[in-house]
């Protein structure tokens, strides 16, 4: 990291120490969070769901699958299993191949 940059994600210009904490704040705030009859809250997602939208992203808008790969931190044989189906190329063969007349050269 550059010299003096001791965190990747920063808030008014100081470093977020949690994540996680940050996260929950933020929800609370947003209304994306239940109070518990103990006071405590319970959120109901987590900082990881946006890896999940970026990797929806990615396939979406057609990234290479191991350039989207090694940008997710993930393996491309996991990117296709759990993600694969929002590229646009998924099965596009196959449903162009379902709309082709069958002749007796093509069977």
């Not at 940050?22 to 518990?36: D, F, L, R, T």
């Not at 939208?53 to 393996?75: F, N, P, V």
């Amino acid at each position: 990291m550059e010299r003096g940059i001791t965190h990747v994600i920063h808030f008014r210009g100081r470093p977020v120490e949690d994540v996680h904490k940050a996260w929950n704040a933020v929800a609370i705030e947003a209304g994306q969070a239940i109070q518990k009859e103990d006071g405590s809250w319970k959120v109901m997602d987590s900082p990881h769901i946006c890896r999940h939208t970026a990797a929806t992203w990615q396939m979406q808008s057609g990234t290479d699958i191991y350039e989207a790969a090694g940008y997710l931190g993930m393996s491309p044989e996991t990117l296709i299993q759990v993600y694969g189906h929002h590229h646009p190329d998924f099965q596009n063969k196959a449903a162009k191949a379902t709309g082709k007349k069958m002749t007796h050269t093509n069977h």
